[in-house]
């Protein structure tokens, strides 16, 4: 056998690359919003926790400097509640962040980002099966899994943490957009069954001849003839 022959099964055709990336494109778009809400709030969130801790390592330090200094206990009460009004103030003041997203290059970074974990989730749930009716339910018997709090050392669970740690979620968070685009995709194959072709998992794909692989920031791929 000629050392550079492969076999039919083993290589796509353009036409099939095409759909693929369409496949993803659609997926993406319709989950955007979410994603964009999704990682919006995750956003502020980390930011809260980001003020209150710095914010309590203030407060620490200058509760110490009162112990050293005063030793005079109605002044360190008043202290302590003059600080905990000031943490309480700080982490209300994070909810008042989305005002802030109006400015142009903050918007347009958030809106980036939400489109790149919008192709992550995508991705993932296309790699989960051969055919729309197989993604989705290997992605219910997935989401399950994501309730279990111990650590994961291998596998989709892995690769699902390291997807939502990229955009500040945690993998319970992240599981509400992967079984929103399952849902959008099992709608559309019902209402559209020629819109849905069948099609190996895009991993799979990543490894054959003739496809070129562009593998993303985020993790997801879009392919092209090679």
């Known amino acids: 056998m000629h050392p550079n022959h492969h076999a039919p099964e083993m290589?796509?055709?353009?036409?099939?690359?095409?759909?693929?990336?369409?496949?993803?494109?659609?997926?993406?778009?319709?989950?955007?919003?979410?994603?964009?809400?999704?990682?919006?709030?995750?956003?502020?969130?980390?930011?809260?926790?980001?003020?209150?801790?710095?914010?309590?390592?203030?407060?620490?330090?200058?509760?110490?400097?009162i112990l050293a200094e005063l030793q005079d206990e109605p002044a360190l009460d008043t202290e302590m509640r003059r600080l905990s009004a000031g943490l309480a103030n700080a982490l209300a003041g994070a909810n008042d962040e989305p005002a802030s997203w109006e400015l142009a290059d903050t918007r347009l970074w958030i809106h980036g980002r939400a489109m790149d974990l919008a192709r992550a989730v995508a991705t993932f749930w296309v790699n989960l099966g051969d055919t729309t009716t197989a993604r989705h339910a290997a992605c219910a018997a997935f989401l399950p899994t994501l309730a279990r709090q111990e650590r994961a050392t291998g596998g989709m669970r892995q690769q699902w943490e390291l997807i939502c740690s990229r955009f500040f979620l945690s993998p319970q968070q992240g599981g509400l957009l992967l079984e929103m685009v399952s849902q959008q995709a099992l709608q559309r194959a019902a209402r559209r069954p020629h819109a849905m072709p069948a099609m190996p998992a895009m991993a799979a794909a990543a490894a054959k001849p003739g496809i070129a692989a562009t593998v993303l920031a985020t993790g997801s791929l879009r392919f092209t003839h090679g």
Do not use: K, V, W
């Open 11 to 65: 290589s796509y055709e353009p036409g099939e690359i095409t759909a693929c990336n369409t496949l993803l494109d659609m997926l993406s778009a319709a989950l955007l919003p979410a994603a964009e809400q999704a990682f919006s709030t995750a956003i502020l969130r980390q930011s809260a926790e980001s003020g209150a801790e710095a914010l309590a390592g203030e407060a620490l330090s200058a509760l110490h400097g």
